[in-house]
Structures are given as C-alpha cells and as structure tokens.
C-alpha cells in the first residue's frame, strides 16, 4: 500500500511536493529542526493538555468568540471529541482575551493553540499544520480515489493538509484532502493545528499562470469570510462549499 509522501525540508523535494498536492492533498514533512524544535512541540502538547484540562465552565467563556471558534465541548455529533479553538481574527488582542478568559498563567499564554477533527471534513484553511497525537492514531484521510487512508503516529514529523483555499488558488489541481478521527483506542488524544487561512476581505483567484486554455478559470473570486460563512450556515463541511463558486 502507497503512504503518505514526505517531504525532507533539508534535501528539498518541490517536484514531490507538487505531486503531493496533487495526489494526496497532504504530506508529512520530516527533518524541520532547524526552524522549529521538538522541544517547543512538546512545549505546545503540554499546555494544550493543561487547558483542556481546565474546568469545562472555565473552558466554556471562549464559546463563540467568533462562529465556530473558541469552546468546542462534546457534542452529540462528535461525543469523544472537545477543543479549544482561536482561528482567524487572531490579532494580539484577540489571543489576550482568550487567555484571559481562561486564566491562563503566563507560561500557558505563550502560544496559541487549537485542535480538531472527528467527523469527516476538509478545513477551509490554504493549508494546516499538524502536529497531531503522538501516541494513539485514528486519523484517517480520504484519497482521491474515495478510499481512506489510515495515518499513524509519526513522532518528529508534521503533517500538512491541504484544504478548500488551496483548491482554488491552484485552479484545482491541489486536492482539498477529507480527513477523521476514528476513536480506535481508550485515552486522550491530544493534537494541535496551526491553520494558514486566507484573506478576509480580499478575493481568492488562481494566479494567471494555472490557467490557460487547458485549465480555464474554475472559480469566480470570493473571499475567505465568504466561503466560512457558507460552510458554517449552510453546514458545507466536506467541500461541497466549493461547488458554489464554480464558473458557469
Ligand atoms: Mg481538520
């Protein structure tokens, strides 16, 4: 069975990364050290453990910060699954008030933090950084093929999906990977996703070089806030936002 492509950020591989996009919608990326530690990771794990760990009414004053931000508690949809989300809008101001309103000591304030996953999805980010449980798997993604793909604990690496802003501004040639968590173990899963958003006011456009006669334009302009707020009214959280803003 193929496995996720990894991209080494020292020996560079862009011909694999462009396949990988295209292919799989993700790839783990190994060999990273030298920009970022593995002593901060494991820096971030801990404190996103400790406040999850926090009461659930103290966790619960960032519900809602903005939509489908701040205080995920289990739900009937996602029973085994919580998370503490600052997504976009995350200005400095915005990460005082969500620390704030958890009583984050100073050493848990260092960094921003969230995670998610569960019910099968895409993210509306251009891409995510995983840095995802060490210990219990369960993360599975879809191929293009439809078929899922389980992704096992990898500790030392990254894993980087690719979600619906990368589809458009390649035109679509990246693919939006869909990715869940399966509950397959008893214990706490803990991951943390850094996600690389897009504009909010500004239009999403493939850049004139991915389109030509072969590969017309694909999606008229829309922006980041557009395509969020069509996901969370319209409850689009498998791509099918997208098909919204194919060119007719
Ligand atoms: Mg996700």
């Known amino acids: 069975m193929s496995s996720i492509p990894v991209i080494d950020l020292i020996s560079g591989a862009g011909k694999d990364l462009i396949g990988a996009c295209e292919e799989w919608g993700c790839f783990r990326i190994v060999n990273f050290q030298e920009i970022l530690e593995d002593s901060l990771l494991r820096e971030m794990k801990a404190v996103v453990r400790s406040l999850l760990d926090l009461p659930a ?33 995350a200005s400095p101001p915005d990460v005082q008030a969500f620390c704030s309103n958890l009583e984050a000591t100073p050493y848990q304030s260092s960094e921003t933090m969230g995670c998610r996953g569960v019910q099968l999805h895409t993210d509306s980010s251009f891409l995510t950084l995983l840095q995802d449980d060490e210990k219990f798997g369960g993360l599975e993604i879809m191929k293009r093929n439809g078929e899922f793909h389980a992704v096992e604990p990898c500790p030392g690496t990254l894993l980087v999906n690719l979600g619906d802003l990368a589809t458009v501004w390649s035109n679509g040639k990246f693919l939006n990977v869909k990715h869940r968590v399966i509950c ?9 996703a850094s996600f690389l958003l897009g504009p909010n006011d500004e239009k999403i456009v493939a850049p004139p070089e991915l389109v030509d006669l072969e590969h017309p334009r694909m999606y008229v302009p829309f922006t980041f806030r557009e395509l969020r707020n069509l996901r969370m009214s319209e409850k689009l959280h498998i791509g099918e936002a997208l098909r919204y803003y194919l060119c007719k």
Not at 64 to 82: K, L, R
Not at 184 to 192: A, D, M, P, T, Y
């Open 57 to 89: 009414a103290v966790k619960s004053r960032n519900r809602d910060v903005i939509a489908g931000s701040g205080y995920m508690a289990p739900s009937e949809t996602n029973p085994h699954y919580e998370a503490l989300g600052l997504f976009d809008m």
């Open 184 to 192: 397959k173990e008893v214990g706490i899963r803990v991951s943390i």
